[in-house]
């Protein structure tokens, strides 16, 4: 079974511009969740979709933006890009509900991206 | 609430010998505990996970983590490190049954001395 895939690995944006990042979680899999991860503040939730619908949302600026497809596909989007948003960016499906015992994330090897 | 701490950002160990990363965590509710492996560049794997069937939590790669309610602990045990484990490790929280957002230690980085 193919795991999470993340497009594309790495990203060079600059301040001002917007990014899509593309998350294609397991095959049955109907939760997807983003984290951001950066050497300063570690890893922190950003949004979790269940059968397109948000489910739970992260303490982030409405600049970040996420929605999931019918397939579960999820894409997030940040607009009006700033330095701070550099951080590898994590995308998670899970069978059930994020954070049930009995339903793990499996995680996705992340986005990079740069900001400049 | 919930909130977990990881005491150690870094430890180091020479192969062959015992790893012990430490977690303490809060929950006001019967909480869920996992522990996650991630290695350069690369997303998160699960090592095992605390679901209230037994304390003692064998995962994969040798690891254990044992739940201590009394304590709220959920320390990470290897009795023999390998060049392989030298990695980040998280210690994540979840709120029980309920599902839902988990939250995250700050992570603890294992080096294996030669």
């Known amino acids: 079974k193919a795991g999470v895939t993340q497009t594309p690995r790495y990203l060079i944006k600059t301040r001002g511009q917007q990014v899509t990042l593309s998350c294609s979680p397991i095959s049955g899999h109907r939760s997807v969740s983003w984290y951001q991860q950066t050497p300063g503040q570690g890893l922190q939730f950003l949004f979790e979709?269940?059968?397109?619908?948000?489910?739970n949302k992260g303490n982030f600026p409405g600049r970040f933006s996420g929605r999931q497809f019918s397939n579960s596909r999820s894409e997030m989007n940040v607009s009006t890009l700033e330095l701070g948003d550099s951080a590898l960016y994590l995308c998670?499906?899970?069978?059930?509900?994020?954070?049930?015992?009995?339903?793990?994330?499996?995680f996705g090897n992340g986005t990079r991206l740069t900001v400049t | 609430a919930q909130s977990v701490t990881q005491l150690d950002s870094h430890v180091s160990v020479s192969e062959g010998t015992p790893v012990l990363l430490r977690c303490n965590y809060s929950s006001s509710y019967s909480p869920s505990l996992f522990w996650y492996v991630q290695h350069p560049n690369k997303g998160l794997q699960l090592l095992l996970k605390?679901?209230?069937?037994?304390?003692l939590v064998k995962g994969i790669n040798g690891f254990e983590a044992e739940f201590k309610k009394s304590e709220t602990s959920f320390h990470l045990t290897k009795p023999s490190a390998h060049m392989s484990d030298a990695a980040e490790y998280f210690c994540v929280v979840s709120r029980g049954n309920a599902g839902n957002m988990l939250t995250f230690g700050g992570g603890t980085r294992l080096m294996v001395k030669p």
């Open positions: 998670a499906s899970s069978l059930g509900f994020t954070g049930q015992p009995n339903s793990p994330l499996h």
């Open positions: 605390y679901t209230s069937a037994a304390t």
């Open positions: 979709y269940f059968s397109e619908t948000q489910r």
